[in-house]
């Protein structure tokens, strides 16, 4: 999958792992509540996670994740290897702590995976418009998708 896949489309990207116990269920539930609000607009906007944990982040989790949360059909949750990950990571200078550097996998004796937590919001020509912390609200994300949207056909 490419974010060149969704051009023309308003992208929410977000960088999350099913076993966390704090901040990315949050934005999880931020996203939903958002999605709950965009109406006919949901076609013209995309939510998309990235996993931090190659290893936990498996079918199974990422299933239970998005069900537990409400986000199924609402958030893409793209998983893949620590080689295909990294890349990503670093293009959106996500840091990570709690990871075993070769292996990608949670290291047993942390079990928690720190990780930079905000959102994207990119434009429909792939631009990166906003940033948005952690602690975003869904009123103000729908703000930014409202302006950012393709005029309503």
Not at 106 to 125: F, K, M, Q, S
């Amino acid at each position: 999958m490419s974010l060149a896949g969704f051009r023309g489309k308003v992208v929410v990207l977000t960088f999350l792992y099913t076993h966390c116990p704090d901040v990315c269920p949050l934005i999880a539930e931020k996203l939903h509540r958002t999605y709950a609000q965009l109406g006919i607009l949901a076609r013209h906007v995309a939510f998309i996670a990235v996993s931090v944990d190659p290893r936990g982040d498996t079918g199974p989790a990422v299933r239970a994740f998005l069900a537990a949360h409400h986000v199924r059909g609402e958030l893409e949750y793209l998983t893949g290897s620590p080689a295909q990950l990294r890349p990503i990571w670093a293009q959106y200078y996500i840091g990570t702590r709690g990871l075993d550097p070769e292996a990608g996998a949670v290291a047993a004796t942390i079990g928690n995976i720190t990780h930079t937590a905000l959102a994207y919001v990119i434009d429909p020509r792939g631009q990166i418009r906003v940033f948005l912390s952690a602690d975003f609200t869904p009123k103000a994300l729908m703000t930014d998708l409202k302006i950012l949207a393709p005029p309503q056909t």
